[in-house]
């Protein structure tokens, strides 16, 4: 039983390392990382945009758990690092982003605007909001015994 040996070109070498780091990194191998390319129809899992450095996307995984999470550009791989994939710093990024976007301003102003109407047709406090517990009790005891 003879097998084929592979030349050891340049681009069988990196084929060869890409195989084994692939494995070893992230436990999947060529026909895993083909079918996540496919699922995500060969681009980012972020920006929707194919690789635009020329390299092959990169495998996202958490880094607690190792479990791989998709694919990503260069950019979008390095933004989430510079996250250290805390969720709620991401969202507040996001949100810095949105209010400072046209549409989010506006949006802004139309919630300003509503708060200030609504303000501004309050109805009075409840009854129980003015007048303290002992006080309405009182009142309740005054008009039974009448």
């Known amino acids: 039983m003879t097998s084929e040996v592979k030349p050891k070109t340049p681009a069988n070498i990196i084929k060869s390392v890409r195989r084994y780091q692939l494995k070893q990194r992230f436990g999947i191998d060529d026909k895993d990382y083909d079918l996540l390319l496919a699922i995500q129809g060969g681009k980012c899992a972020i920006c929707r945009k194919p690789c635009g450095t020329g390299r092959r996307l990169a495998v996202d995984h958490c880094h607690k758990t190792g479990a791989v999470r998709g694919l990503l550009c260069h ?23 949105w209010k400072a976007s046209p549409e989010g301003a506006r ?22 909001q003015v007048y303290s517990d002992s006080e309405i009790l009182e009142a309740n005891l005054r008009r039974w015994k009448e």
């Open 75 to 97: 950019r979008c791989n390095v933004g989430i690092g510079y996250f250290k994939d805390d969720h709620a710093v991401m969202r507040r990024a996001t949100e810095y982003l």
């Open 107 to 128: 949006a802004m102003s139309e919630r300003t605007e509503t708060a200030k109407r609504r303000k501004a047709q309050q109805v009075p406090p409840v009854f129980s």
